[in-house]
């Protein structure tokens, strides 16, 4: 599975983006899905997850509210919609996807991941 990240940009504190990640190669509809970030100087952390199916989803408490994970499975390609931006969103944005269906409390976890994309940066301004 190839990934494809899109969707970055400059927006102003208060704003929003919408984020792609269109994948390719074998099967997208059964793999789970994540988006990570990591700010600079700081660890890559977990964002939000999709189940393979799109009926299950998991966030961050730091993005909960603010931001939704979703997936077109016919488009092969899940989105993250980032609504009421702030500065400390700022970081580069990576999706990922599972090899094999996990349970949803454990897709919080990098390591639970088998491909990843290349990143897209956000930067928020205050």
């Known amino acids: 599975v190839q990934l494809q990240a899109s969707g970055g940009g400059l927006v102003q504190a208060g704003g929003s983006l919408r984020l792609s990640c269109a994948a390719s190669g074998r099967t997208f509809s059964g793999n789970d899905m994540g988006w990570f970030r990591q700010a600079p100087g700081k660890e890559r952390e977990f964002v939000a997850a999709?189940?393979?199916?799109?009926?299950?989803?998991s966030y961050a408490d730091s993005v909960k509210g603010r931001f939704t994970i979703s997936r077109d499975n016919a488009k092969n390609t899940v989105y993250l919609q980032m609504n009421n931006l702030k500065p400390e969103d700022t970081a580069v944005y990576y999706c990922?996807?599972?090899?094999?269906?996990?349970?949803?409390?454990?897709?919080?976890?990098?390591?639970?991941?088998?491909?990843w994309g290349q990143g897209t940066l956000v930067t928020v301004s205050s």
């Open positions: 999709i189940r393979w199916s799109g009926g299950s989803t």
């Open positions: 990922a996807a599972t090899a094999r269906r996990q349970v949803l409390s454990s897709l919080w976890l990098a390591t639970r991941y088998d491909y």
